[in-house]
């Protein structure tokens, strides 16, 4: 893709996100999620990203299977644009949070945007790495249930049936699409550095360690918030009855 080719991707998925997000305001809201109505829109417009991205990364290597083998110079034009379009969004939602949300609220979420940015900014000008960007990409299968987590906690339906089986499912995509693969882009970025630049590989290394550790204190939180403190309150019950 061209340069004017990737800005109007990339300008169009910014108005895209933009307009689901608006339409998501137009619809019903759950009435315990309407005290925070600009946090519920945003949850909808990132699960509606996690499931494109999600999908269009694996179609992405199922028609370009030649990209898996070659993840710095082979790339369609298919993965090259989901790799704009991801762009897009996340200025989109970079933006949305800087307008409605305290720093301190969401400083970490910003800085993760800001290296997803750079990241995928220098994939898509550069026209090289587009197939390891693809494979970050994966995550955003884990991203759907992560999403649908926070909905459903909004939605005051933390103690139904569907959360908990969400909440299983989510640690388990969380696992794999998520920790492992990390931890196998990381060893792919060790083991081909003589092929990548230094600017480049020192980029990748750098947002690898925040994205890692990030990743790591999130998984804590989801384990410590869906599982150890919902098996100590099934204990406490048991010992009064």
Known sequence: MELNSV???????????RLVNNAYGQLPMPESARNNAWRWRNICTSFVHSIITGIWAVLCFFLHPQMA??????????????????????????FDMVLHQKLSQSWELLFHHVVVITCFGISVLSCRFVGFAVVALLVEINSVFL?????LRMADLASCTHYRVNSIVNLGTYVVFRIN??????????????NVPLVSYTVGSVGMAIMTAMNIVLFCRLLRSDFLKSSAREGKKEKEM
Do not use: K
Not at 7 to 17: M, Y
Not at 181 to 194: C, G, H, Q, S, Y
């Open 7 to 17: 800005i109007l991707t990339t300008a169009g998925s910014v108005g895209f996100f």
């Open 69 to 94: 083998e070659d993840l710095i110079e082979t790339h369609s034009v298919f993965s090259h644009a989901l790799v704009s379009v991801s762009i897009g969004y996340f200025i989109y939602d970079f």
């Open 147 to 151: 999403h649908l987590r926070q909905m």
């Open 181 to 194: 693969t990390l931890a196998w882009m990381t060893r792919w970025l060790v083991l081909n550095r003589d």
